[in-house]
């Protein structure tokens, strides 16, 4: 449920049945526009006026967002989303296509000012998009698509925050692709109050009770946006991302979805796109979403993006020892990964609120405290994954996903460096 504000009106969100919005007149006269989602079938949002009148304006306005154009026209709404200027920002653009697609090969590349995104420079602005995954739009419905693109210049060089390239090339190397990379990647999320920069539920000014009660919490005192946690749940379910689950975090405001497991580039792809919806439902709803790794400081836990991953190798038997060299190679370039891993990451990484200390490389089984995990279930059946949990919430995950890939197949360290690790490790644990 999300509101728009006509000037005279305030309006505030509140638990009042399925689809109400608690409206408070800041003046007579006023009205507020609410936005709700509409009836069972469709997948668009109604506009509510709550005020003194109701106006025929709006109820045209509803049945407009409500429109199913598919019995008037073949032609459809194809959203193109990327990765914006700041690598973490997604920016968006529509336009109408002849008829509905099913593989990004069909669409046309397109072109926006890279000037107006911190891509470009004014003189020689254009930037082309490459479509390359193509999700179902929750929002419009019917045989409209939301579009996945990378970024090149006229001359069809990936621009620099352009990772999805270089991760490709990586995940289409034969020794990397006939291992079949498995990603499932917990992405965590705080949200915010739009107009104080303070997370959801909490007090202005002030702070809620000590962590403990909030994780995987119920209770309007306890949990903070599950309607939003909710509504970004399906509407990835129907636009075809791979998410698998979801819950509320430690920190009051925070919230946790998975996505996985996926195979390859699709991993970096899927978080994108949820990412994207994420930030539309957010928008809706009023709330603000940010992926600050630690966006309140003191005693409160950071966000992460922790990535599960595993090979063929890993997931047969015998494949403890593939998942320790793994560790092995992750030891040695540490210090690669964290510079790879997120902004700000080094607020999150303390060693404390379950998370390694920055500077130091370890691992263990089960322990939450290390950079990488071992699962109990990994050790006792001699195969599984790994969980490296040092990226940030705002981590890029074509660059995590394809660096986890590189570093673990491709990259071979001298003996004499792997001797020391080895030894280094073993005292580790």
Not at 15 to 28: H, I
Not at 157 to 184: L, M
Request: proline content about 6%; aromatic content about 8%.
């Amino acid at each position: 449920m999300a509101q728009a504000v006509v000037p005279a009106m305030q309006c505030q969100m509140g638990a009042l049945g399925k689809s109400a919005v608690r409206a408070r007149p800041a003046a007579a006269g006023g009205r507020v526009w609410g936005v709700r989602k509409a009836a069972r079938g469709t997948a668009g949002f109604k506009v509510l006026a709550l005020g003194p009148e109701t106006t025929g304006v709006v109820q045209r306005m509803n049945q407009l967002l409500d429109m199913d154009t598919t019995p008037f026209t073949d032609k459809i709404i194809a959203e193109y989303i990327w990765v914006g200027g700041s690598g973490i920002d997604i920016r968006s653009k529509s336009r109408t296509i002849s008829k509905p697609v099913e593989d990004p090969s069909e669409l046309p590349k397109w072109n926006y000012d890279g000037s107006s995104t911190g891509q470009a420079p004014g003189e020689d602005s254009e930037v082309i998009l490459y479509p390359q995954a193509i999700f179902k739009d929750p929002f419009r419905g019917g045989n409209n698509i939301i579009v996945m693109c990378d970024t090149y210049t006229p001359q069809g060089e990936p621009i620099p925050t352009n990772k999805r390239a270089r991760a490709a090339q990586i995940f289409s190397d034969p020794k990397v692709s006939s291992q079949v990379p498995w990603f499932g990647i917990e992405q965590e999320y705080t949200l915010m109050q739009r107009d104080v920069n303070w997370p959801l539920g909490w007090p202005v000014g002030g702070y809620p009770g000590p962590q403990g009660p909030y994780y995987c919490a119920v209770g309007s005192d306890k949990s903070f946006g599950r309607d939003i946690s909710d509504a970004h749940y399906k509407a990835c379910l129907y636009a075809g991302i791979e998410i698998s689950g979801t819950n509320g975090e430690v920190m009051p405001g925070q919230w946790e979805y998975q996505v996985g497991p996926s195979v390859g580039i699709d991993a970096g792809d899927h978080i994108w796109a949820s990412r994207y919806l994420l930030e539309r439902i957010t928008e809706q709803a009023g709330v603000v979403l940010t992926l600050d790794p630690k966006p309140i400081q003191g005693d409160w836990n950071g966000a992460g993006c922790h990535t599960n991953y595993s090979t063929k190798s890993m997931r047969e038997d015998g494949g403890f020892e593939v998942i320790k060299k793994a560790i092995l190679n992750l030891s040695l370039r540490h210090d690669l990964h964290i510079s790879e891993y997120g902004e700000g990451n080094e607020r999150r990484l303390t060693g404390l609120h379950e998370t390694a200390s920055i500077s130091d490389f370890s691992w263990g089984v089960a322990n939450r405290g290390c950079s990488i995990r071992v699962g109990r279930d990994t050790e006792a059946k001699g195969k599984g994954y790994l969980e490296d949990r040092r990226p940030a919430s705002n981590m890029d995950p074509y660059t995590v996903t394809a660096l986890l890939a590189e570093t673990t197949i491709l990259w071979e360290p001298t003996l004499e460096a792997e001797a020391l690790a080895a030894k280094k490790l073993a005292m580790n644990v």
